[in-house]
């Protein structure tokens, strides 16, 4: 299989998916899909779902915009029975349909699994919650704040003095959605050996969980470990471990080994460390950390974090500036990697969306802008149900779905 | 298909998995292949993994058995030529090959993916990296601590006026481990197209990139927006949207729209907030930030966390405690849906490790406790390569593997 440069096909190419994703749970979800070639059709509400327009209600979020490459944007309206007549006609000739409205939202929709199985009994149907379709948390509503509460990622990020720190990126949702694609796609697998779909469920709240691993191992283990241990070690048993001062920011630096420690010493140019006997063993540097720690910050904090990174880099000692989420979307590395790509939006400009981390060389990666709100929706319908012209504009006229006419080139793109 | 217990058959059942992984990254990749069916070999190093042994060297630490349950331990040194031998009679009989070593080590043993594809061209080889094989980053060695700090999550964790903040669980570690994992599985599925397997990689830095969403955004959009804004929105545009203290810790409370409002104005019994003309709309009330929390704390901070919750939870408004993690692996919800689960080591008596966050209604979730180093030496040389006592009683003999002899019921399972 080659796509039309000669290069192998994207390895799921030839599959439809239908995302009714909103926010960041399903919508990260279906762009996996997308980044590895599935054709991925964004049902959304005739309004465009949460995320899309936020401030300004012509112009999309550049969330959203980070969210959407490369998917169609058919806004359809499902609490309409002809919307879900339409839905229905596009289950029957899809692979997959990703959803992580509210628990029994798709229910009233009567758009229930089961619904959709005897429409077609290949049907892939993978649901994001935040707490799963059972249990005593089932029913509550879930943000990416309040699943980080309850999930322990609050209470153990921040200092041991001081209050309990939310992570920064929206973790619980992202980490959710990916574990919902790979469900997802291990459904499809499944699916070429029995010839039947199913429902495949991660909850935010469960996806979380194993990430504990480190504080979790520490609390059960020992009882004198605080519940919050700033920038060290989860179990306070390794030093130098830390994020240090610099003259223009912060540094990270973690020895590991020995070695590493070795290798420190003498790119601190402070090699009489090493005959120190507080700091002779693993064990004796993390009962000596306030000392090690001092020690290590009288050097970074003379230095950029350029210049430390590259000593430490050249000592192969593990280490890394603390950078800023701007200077990460402009790193030479990630931009070169095609990691961070620039994109043209016709209202906002250049703005960045992220490529895929799922690589598989040889394949290009594929990276459109963000479809506008019913871009698509008259190639959807004519191409996958074979409508025609006035049975969509019919739609469009009873509220259905919304078209976006393609405008003629060099028109403005402006509402 | 069905298992034995006529219930549908796992998603991954049939395949086997050859799993070098150590620590958090490559293990949790196989993690999730054992979960959903697939028999994995973990191939260690004969003295075990780094994860393996600590503290003490005879007994697993609580960090591998979290992330090693339902996998054979086949220890086997891959740097004699004998072991590499071993490794690609197995290679010829798996369909994935995870690792997560540094960049090179695979070249150096002579296993590149070259070599495996040559002993198996449906190979899928999954590899786990810090920053890929390529660009400016490529050689540098990766931990979770260092690849939070380049990757922005410090940056944008904690209070404005603090220093920069890590996330206490392992956050690049496993969101980079399951992006490994859903990409080997679409290797899988395209496998079962082309009839060949293929190279698929995730970096740690990558799969952090595009959690950036929210912190991103603000900065791109707009300049007055502090690089870390403690437990606010990152966009600082939401009110009320914060940990708010209560009595006996904190709580967080998340109003995305002005219906939440209502309900937490009537249920803080507090309806003349809703009359204030400083909080009548959302963009008033992310103006009057400050106002809005200290209303919602003098309401919070005199109540404990369970009757802050059970209020919210009553009035749909998007709430939840910030429970410890201990908590956390306590929790009802959590040990009575099979994600927090309690197993018996010999050693260490009892211990949690996580369930499945990828749940496929119907199909029992699978979790055994951890293999002891060897355990299934003996079963996976005689099941799998067909070797006979005499020749593995060799390779024991002559260090290329490590056995652990079953001992017979009732006897002490100390070394």
């Known amino acids: 299989m080659?796509?039309?440069?000669?290069?192998?096909?994207?390895?799921?190419?030839?599959?439809?998916?239908?995302?009714?994703?909103?926010?960041?749970n399903g919508?990260?979800?279906?762009?996996?899909?997308?980044?590895?070639g599935a054709e991925v059709?964004?049902?959304?509400?005739?309004?465009?779902?949460?995320?899309?327009?936020?401030?300004?209600?012509?112009?999309?979020s550049r969330e959203f915009l980070m969210l959407n490459s490369s998917k169609q944007s058919l806004p359809l309206d499902l609490k309409s029975e002809?919307?879900?007549?339409?839905?229905?006609?596009?289950?029957?000739?899809?692979?997959?349909?990703?959803?992580?409205?509210?628990?029994?939202?798709?229910?009233?929709?009567a758009l229930s699994y089961d619904r959709l199985r005897a429409q077609n009994p290949r049907i892939v149907y993978a649901r994001g919650t935040g707490y799963g379709a059972e249990g005593p948390h089932a029913n509550l509503q879930a943000m990416d704040l309040t699943v980080q509460a309850i999930a322990g990622v609050i209470s153990s990020t921040g200092f041991a003095d001081g209050p309990p720190v939310k992570t920064g990126?929206?973790?619980?949702?992202?980490?959710?959605?990916?574990?919902?694609?790979?469900?997802?796609?291990?459904?499809?697998?499944?699916?070429?050996?029995?010839?039947?779909?199913?429902?495949?469920?991660?909850?935010?709240?469960?996806?979380?969980?194993?990430?504990?691993?480190?504080?979790?191992?520490?609390?059960?283990a020992r009882d004198d470990v605080p519940e919050r241990v700033g920038n060290r070690h989860s179990g306070l048993s390794v030093a130098p471990y830390n994020i240090y001062a610099a003259s223009d920011?912060?540094?990270?630096?973690?020895?590991?080994?020995?070695?590493?420690?070795?290798?420190?010493a003498q790119c601190m140019g402070h090699p009489a460390l090493l005959n120190d006997e507080r700091f002779t063993t693993p064990y004796l540097r993390a009962?000596?950390?306030?000392?090690?720690d001092a020690a290590v910050e009288a050097w970074t904090s003379t230095k950029s974090r350029a210049e430390v990174f590259e000593r430490l880099a050249a000592a192969e000692v593990p280490g890394a500036p603390v950078q800023t989420v701007e200077e990460v979307a402009r790193d030479p590395h990630l931009v070169g990697n095609g990691m961070s790509q620039t994109v043209e939006h016709p209202v906002l400009g250049s703005t960045v969306v992220p490529g895929s981390a799922i690589r598989f060389p040889g394949s290009p990666p594929i990276c459109r802008l963000a479809p506008r709100l019913g871009e698509h929706t008259r190639t959807v319908l004519r191409n996958v149900l074979g409508y025609d012209d006035a049975t969509i504009d019919g739609l469009a006229h009873d509220g259905v779905v919304t078209i976006r006419e393609e405008?003629?080139?060099?028109?403005?793109?402006?509402q």
Request: proline content about 6%; some cysteine; charged content about 20%.
């Open 287 to 292: 009962r000596h950390m306030d000392e090690i």
């Open 169 to 220: 990126p929206a973790f619980a949702d992202f980490i959710a959605g990916v574990h919902l694609f790979a469900g997802a796609v291990a459904a499809l697998y499944q699916r070429d050996r029995t010839g039947e779909g199913s429902l495949v469920e991660t909850a935010m709240y469960d996806a979380v969980f194993p990430t504990l691993a480190s504080p979790l191992s520490a609390c059960l």
């Open 2 to 24: 080659t796509n039309d440069l000669g290069a192998p096909a994207q390895p799921l190419a030839g599959l439809r998916v239908l995302e009714l994703g909103q926010i960041y």
């Open 82 to 109: 002809t919307g879900r007549a339409v839905f229905l006609d596009l289950v029957e000739r899809s692979d997959v349909v990703i959803e992580n409205f509210s628990v029994g939202v798709m229910d009233r929709l």
């Open 41 to 60: 059709i964004k049902i959304e509400a005739p309004r465009g779902e949460l995320l899309r327009f936020r401030a300004d209600p012509s112009v999309e």
């Open 407 to 414: 405008e003629p080139a060099g028109s403005s793109m402006e």
């Open 27 to 36: 919508p990260y979800c279906g762009l996996l899909f997308a980044h590895l």
């Open 249 to 264: 920011g912060y540094v990270a630096i973690f020895c590991v080994s020995n070695r590493h420690w070795r290798r420190l």
